[in-house]
């Protein structure tokens, strides 16, 4: 059975960088079938996607996080990550990373709460 | 950007009864479009892909339909366990995803 494990710090302060990382276990991430995404949702709010990447290492982003999103694959730990540069208050939120399945994320971490706070 | 708006917002009934949850998208979506289940303090998950296809282990009770823009998420006869809150989403533009609001399912 695939999952997918967040870790990284549960608190990063304004204007510093949120650094996160997914261990995929029970399956490849090097799998041709797949990407592996980020998605955010802020308390009480609604789901944002944030980027997605393929193993080789292509990523695509969302429009209105591009300028302050990184992600990057090891495959030889099998993790992905993510990095939000210049975090502000508005970037608060659980954050998970999923697998896409064609046009669906079909598998989900637990999710790992970031708060932004000095 | 495509927008996903779902109506409605909360939707009170009661177990047993059937629920109807709309998703309309501001532009075509062809069948690219999938329903989640999130209950509070949990992942969303996967419930139908490509409009009309139940993810692996969901229930028969659950059920997609629509094409376009306007789409329906039905579950027949509601368990205790489908109360939650249901979100819609949609991958016409690959590689970018858009969620839609979500609608609140909750017991009357």
């Known amino acids: 059975q695939l999952q997918l494990q967040e870790s990284g710090p549960g608190l990063v302060k304004p204007s510093e960088t949120l650094s996160l990382t997914c261990t995929v276990s029970?399956?490849?991430?090097?799998?041709?079938?797949?990407?592996w995404g980020w998605i955010r949702q802020a308390p009480g709010k609604g789901l944002e996607w944030i980027g997605s990447?393929?193993?080789?290492?292509?990523?695509y982003y969302s429009a209105s996080l591009k300028s302050r999103v990184t992600m990057s694959v090891d495959t030889s730990t099998n993790q992905f990550s993510l990095s939000l540069r210049s975090v502000t208050a508005a970037d608060a939120a659980v954050y998970y990373c999923?697998?896409?399945?064609?046009?669906?994320?079909?598998?989900w971490g637990q999710g790992t709460l970031v708060a932004v706070s000095s | 950007e495509i927008v996903l708006t779902q109506s409605p917002a909360t939707l009170s009934l009661s177990p047993g009864e059937r629920a109807t949850l709309s998703c309309r998208a501001s532009?075509?979506?062809?069948?690219?479009l999938a329903w989640y289940q999130q209950k509070p303090g949990q992942a969303p998950r996967l419930l139908i892909y490509?409009?009309?296809n139940r993810a692996t282990d969901i229930p028969a009770r659950f059920s997609g339909s629509g094409s376009g823009t306007d789409f329906t998420l039905t579950i027949s006869s509601l368990e205790p366990e489908d109360f939650a809150v249901y979100f819609c989403?949609?991958?016409?533009?690959?590689?970018?995803?858009?969620f839609g609001q979500g609608t609140k399912l909750e017991i009357k």
């Open positions: 532009q075509s979506v062809s069948k690219y």
């Open positions: 490509d409009t009309s």
């Open positions: 989403q949609q991958r016409k533009n690959w590689p970018l995803y858009t």
């Open positions: 029970g399956g490849s991430i090097s799998s041709r079938s797949f990407h």
């Open positions: 999923a697998r896409e399945g064609g046009s669906s994320l079909d598998y």
């Open positions: 990447i393929y193993y080789s290492g292509s990523t």
